[in-house]
Every structure is written in structure tokens, then in C-alpha cells.
């Protein structure tokens, strides 16, 4: 189960979110290198990118709340 | 994979909805033209650089969330150029003009909290488009909220009383934004992530977490609103004043010209 | 109108700390030193940078305090800034 940092990293070829992580340590320091296990695309995330504020449902901490995926594969 | 259609909500949900995002919009529209109107009070280049920064960004979301309520069948155009200050549905928060550089600071981060939180609830929405644009609207409010945290510490810092006083003033407006309706037909139907009293709550939340990195020792009273005329469809009571209005409002171009 | 005197301590008290800003485009380039920024705090001083250095979109920017930075060729120096 990955890190809930890394939750909306997907790949950049097929756009899949399933992904494993190979290492926390990518091609640089600031990097997290992961795998898709769609398509077996190995590609480096940089770390924190697009960081939002807490969201209202983080903030009260309901994840029963939280709305399931956007859309299925 | 299909779009998700508006038509599959009810009449009721869809005009919900489209109040909520244009008073989102129009908000955001006031606060964009405080920052232009304030900047030269900031304290510093870096600071002008920031404000400005964050009135670029401010109209960039009101542009692109009066274009996604082409949608919703409205006119970009005849929401561009309002006619009168009846027709601008922003939060009553911003209505009254700062007093000082704290209030400044008090009044914006109360706005950009409240439009965050509020906006949040629509970030997991089923329409790509639509929680696209409310992502970005998220990482672009991170800077304008991490800019009110970076005052609030030097305030803290400073020992400050006036921007505690202007942050307990303020308060009650800020919160009648969020309405007092114990029901809500968007979360139920599944387009808002949380009814709107929780998204009250979560806002609430955050100010009081705030106020007490701050050390303050402020009361965050709310305001009745529902003896105040307030409506949910614009939520706000009464209309901006003539003064603000003129501010926000677009010329034509004829009038440009004179 | 008398224009208001602005209390030093407003802009964070008689110490002015400078970090410096550094960013990437992309996680093909390197993560490269961009310029500095005038802050009193973290927090301020993340936002400004952010603000002032706008020329790009950057997919990765951080700031690190001038007087963390530990010289290795100057023999063990760390940044001085000059007072202002």
C-alpha cells in the first residue's frame, strides 16, 4: 500500500494508478521512482509536486467520506 | 469513457451547484481586486511581487470557473461585464474595505480559507473538467495561504493585538458564507464530497487551529444568518455597495475611453 | 496626509534573514539555484520566492536559509550576508 503522499502519482504513459514503488530515490535525491503495473513503464515523481492545503474532508479527518475513485480503469 | 452529463442532476441539484461555483467565482473576483487595489501597502518588493502574484491567480479562477459555467447554460460575456452591484454575488467578508494591514491580512486569509474549504468539497467530483480546475485551484491557494501564514507568524511574533482584533471582527461574516442549512441536496445526490454545515465545521476548524499557532486568544463568535436576509443562492444579504461595485465592475469600452 | 512609519518589526524584527531559491523545471533538469529571497520566516519566505521568481513554472522550488549553507571550498565558511 503506498504512502498517502504518493497517492495520486500516475503514470505518464497510460495514466494508471497502479503503481508499485521501486525506490525512494530516483534519478536524483528529490525523486521517488516508481513502476506502472499496467503497462511496466518505469518513470521517476518528483517529490511533493502540486501540493494541496488540507481539504475540509482531511481537516475533519472523515476518510468514511472520502468519494471513491474518479474514474475506473 | 463519457463525460459526465449535468443533465443527470436534478433541476434542483444543478442550480445549487451553479450558485455555489458563481459565488465562488464572484468572490474570488473581490479578492482579486483587493490585492490589486491594496499592493502598494505591502511591506516590501518581494511583497508587491506576492500580492500581485495572487491577484493574477485570483482572476485566473474566476475566468476559468465563469467559463465552466457556460455549462450551466450562463453567458460569459454578460458575466463579465455585470450591471448591477444586485447581480455580484461575492461573500459578504469582503464587502467592508480594510482599516489597516492587519485587517488586510485577517480579511485575506479568512477569504482564502473559507473559498479553499469550501471549494474542496468539489475536488473528487465525477466531472474531470470540473475537479481539474478545482485542483488547480488548490495548488495555487497552498501560496496563498502559505503568504497569510508567513504575516500571521510575524504577527505572532510581534506580539500584535490589532490583527487578533481585526481576525475576531471579521470572523462572523467570514462563517455566514457557509450558510446555516442542516441539509444539503448537493451532498446527497453525491456532487459535493460533504454537506456544507461539515464544510462550516472544517472552516471553523482551521481559523481556531490558526488562531492558536497565532496565540491569540480570539473568540470566533458566528453570525445569525438567518435573520439577516441572507440567501443561499447569492450567499450574502443585501448587495455590495455602489462604491466596491464600481471597482469590480468592467467598463465598457466606450466609457474606457472618455 | 502623513505617510505611516512602518515599525521594523513588522517586517520581522531588526534581523533580515535571506534564503536562498532553488528549482527544476522538469526531473530531467538539475535541481539549480535560481536567486534569493528576503524573508522574515519559512513560511513568507516560500511564498514570495514562489511569487517573485515566476518566470517559469516550476514543477519543484525550495528555499533554504542563507546561514545553512556550509561553504566547502571556503574553508568551512558559512554565508554571510552583509546587513542592510
Known amino acids: 500500500m503506498l504512502d498517502k503522499s504518493f497517492k495520486d502519482v500516475h503514470c505518464p504513459e497510460c495514466q494508471s494508478e497502479n503503481v508499485i514503488m521501486l525506490s525512494l530515490f530516483g534519478s536524483s535525491v528529490s525523486e521517488v521512482m516508481f513502476e506502472c503495473q499496467h503497462c511496466r513503464t518505469v518513470f521517476n515523481w518528483v517529490k511533493w509536486t502540486g501540493a494541496l492545503p488540507p481539504t475540509a474532508a482531511e481537516r475533519l479527518g472523515s476518510t468514511d467520506e472520502i468519494s471513491k475513485r474518479k474514474f475506473e480503469e | ?258 | 496626509m502623513t505617510p505611516k512609519v512602518i515599525d521594523r518589526a513588522e517586517l520581522g524584527g531588526n534581523k533580515t534573514k535571506f534564503y536562498e531559491v532553488f528549482a527544476r523545471i522538469s526531473s530531467e533538469d538539475a535541481l539549480a539555484h535560481i536567486g534569493s529571497i528576503e524573508a522574515p520566516n519559512d513560511e513568507l519566505a516560500q511564498a514570495r520566492a514562489w511569487y517573485v521568481y515566476d518566470e517559469r513554472r516550476w514543477k519543484e522550488m525550495c528555499v533554504v536559509p542563507t546561514d545553512a549553507v556550509i561553504s566547502v571550498t571556503g574553508r568551512g565558511a558559512r554565508g554571510k550576508i552583509k546587513e542592510i
Open chain 2, 1 to 258: 469513457m463519457a463525460r459526465f452529463e449535468l443533465d443527470q442532476l436534478s433541476p434542483e441539484v444543478r442550480e445549487g451547484l451553479k450558485c455555489d461555483l458563481l459565488a465562488l467565482a464572484d468572490s474570488k473576483l473581490v479578492l482579486a481586486n483587493w490585492y490589486t487595489t491594496c499592493v502598494h501597502n505591502g511591506r516590501s518588493l518581494p511583497d508587491f511581487a506576492a500580492v500581485l502574484g495572487m491577484a493574477t491567480t485570483s482572476y485566473g479562477h474566476t475566468r476559468a470557473l465563469y467559463l465552466y459555467l457556460g455549462d450551466f447554460g450562463m453567458d460569459y460575456a454578460a458575466l463579465e461585464r455585470r450591471s448591477k452591484p444586485g447581480e455580484l454575488n461575492s461573500m459578504n467578508l469582503l464587502d467592508s474595505p480594510p482599516q489597516s494591514w492587519e485587517d488586510f491580512v485577517a480579511a485575506v486569509f479568512l477569504a482564502e480559507q473559507a473559498m479553499w474549504t469550501f471549494a474542496s468539497g468539489f475536488l473528487n467530483h465525477p466531472d474531470r473538467p470540473l475537479s481539474g480546475l478545482i485542483r488547480k485551484i488548490g495548488e495555487e491557494s497552498y501560496f496563498h495561504l502559505k503568504y497569510c501564514e508567513g504575516w500571521r507568524a510575524i504577527f505572532a511574533e510581534t506580539a500584535n493585538p490589532r490583527f487578533g482584533e481585526a481576525l475576531q471582527q471579521r470572523f462572523p461574516s467570514a462563517v455566514s458564507w457557509f450558510g446555516s442549512e442542516k441539509t444539503d441536496a448537493l451532498h446527497d445526490s453525491g456532487v459535493r464530497e460533504l454537506p456544507v454545515s461539515k464544510l462550516r465545521e472544517a472552516f471553523i476548524a482551521e481559523v481556531s487551529d490558526a488562531a492558536e499557532k497565532a496565540q491569540l486568544s480570539t473568540t470566533l463568535a458566528s453570525e445569525d444568518v438567518a435573520k439577516s436576509g441572507w440567501e443561499l443562492s447569492r450567499r450574502r444579504s443585501g448587495d455590495v455597495s455602489d462604491k466596491l461595485f464600481s471597482i469590480v465592475q468592467l467598463k465598457d469600452a466606450e466609457a474606457v475611453h472618455d
